[in-house]
């Protein structure tokens, strides 16, 4: 039961099937360092995944439309201020409790850390892959340990994770390599990196994925607030999902900026990776 103080929609959690996949909007972006905007992305997302201009399959055949463990929770109901990482926490555990699994629709780059807070109570050994322009890996950015710039410092700091890759770096300073140094982080910089090379071998799971979008070339996704020019492809990051370790057990989309989104591409880019991703967590989650 959904508890009164809940900030998941009341009675959204009733019904779900175990081993479902949750699709939780978190509409939260006051850790953004530059631009404010993706607060308003879940909605975004939503709507290019239902628009019909397209379908609700997936390349591997299976339409979500007719999958009842496919769940849309809607977008968690979060206070102002830091509380909200308290209740973001405390809802992503409520759906793994539930032997559910949650893939996140962000909100800034911050709400990875309650989330994977949440994570590595129930899936012990977690190792994350973080896909990304930035490294995020500041100690803190204008005084402030909670940035968007800061969570996977944070992470690690806490060692809530035996393993943080990196795919898709490309905006290193010395500062965060010193850190990435600190923590033991493995980066595959985009420099060096080509579609061939994929993940690390010996990569096991339980996985959690965090997809910032501006991993993305802004040929492919300009509907972010940070756009970083020579990243990846929409294929190419796709032809990574089909390489993660299993099981994949969580998974968040983050930094879509509906404001700088004018033609939706970038939000229709983000519902693609969401249909993917939940396709290959549903595998997992019945195996
Ligand atoms: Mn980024
Ligand atoms: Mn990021």
Known sequence: MVSDSSAIQEHALEGLPTDSVA?????????????????????????????????TATESGLDLRDEPRFRLLG??????GEAAFETIER?????????????????????????????????PGLSIVHIDAHP????????????????????MEEGLVSRLVQLGI???????????????????????????????????????LSVDLDALDPAFAPGVSHPEPGGLSSRELLGILQVLPSPLVGADIVELNPLRDPQGLTARVAAKLLKEIAAIMLVDSAA
């Open 23 to 55: 699709i939780l909007g978190i509409p939260w972006d006051e850790k953004s360092s530059f631009l404010r905007g993706p607060a308003g992305a879940p909605a975004h997302i939503r709507q290019a995944l239902y628009s019909s201009s397209t379908n």
């Open 75 to 80: 977008d968690l109901d979060l206070e102002n």
């Open 91 to 123: 809802s992503i555990a409520q759906i793994l409790d539930q032997g559910s699994r949650a893939l996140c629709l962000g909100g800034d780059h911050s709400i990875t850390l309650p989330i994977v807070r949440a994570h590595c109570r129930t899936f």
């Open 136 to 155: 995020d890996l500041y100690d803190e950015l204008g005084g402030d340990r909670l940035s968007h710039a800061c969570p996977f410092s944070r992470i």
């Open 170 to 208: 490309r905006t290193l300073n010395p500062h965060q390599r010193a850190q990435a140094d600190r923590f033991g982080v493995e980066i595959l910089e985009m420099r060096d990196w080509r579609p061939d090379d994929g993940l690390p071998k010996d990569l096991e799971g339980p996985l959690y």
